[in-house]
């Protein structure tokens, strides 16, 4: 059984950095490739950032590009989003997500598991 358990997120003001970890048990992280989504109070989900089973290639939304960076370790089973510059918008749930065959990686219908979810707060 596949199961993603993410640490980190909380409370921070704004201009400030927070760090996201997921670690995937049950299947090799080299299984999937990953990505995190985040839903804003009273919005929808949206695509923050996706990599590669093998780290080779990453995508960002426009909205974090430049300023959130994700990364894997395959060895340790986890997943990272460093978060940089953080701004009230940023606010939001944040969730990791792993799929093991993507066409789209900005799609959240392309992704088998997810992580429980951890708040992120921005305080201006």
């Known amino acids: 059984q596949v199961q993603l358990q993410q640490s980190g997120g909380g409370l921070v003001r704004a201009g400030r950095s927070l760090t996201l970890s997921c670690v995937v048990s049950?299947?090799?992280?080299?299984?999937?490739?990953m990505a995190w989504f985040r839903q804003a109070p009273g919005k929808e989900r949206t695509f923050a950032a996706a990599?590669?089973?093998?780290?080779?290639?990453?995508y960002y939304s426009d909205s974090v590009q430049g300023r959130f960076t994700i990364s894997r370790d395959n060895a340790k089973n986890t997943v990272y989003l460093e978060m940089y510059n953080l701004q009230p918008e940023d606010t939001a749930v944040y969730s990791c997500?792993?799929?093991?065959?993507?066409?789209?990686?900005?799609?959240?219908?392309?992704?088998?598991?997810w992580g429980q979810g951890t708040q992120v707060t921005v305080s201006s």
């Open positions: 997500a792993a799929g093991a065959n993507i066409n789209w990686y900005r799609g959240a219908r392309e992704y088998d598991y």
């Open positions: 990599i590669t089973w093998n780290g080779g290639s990453t």
């Open positions: 049950g299947r090799p992280l080299s299984d999937f490739a």
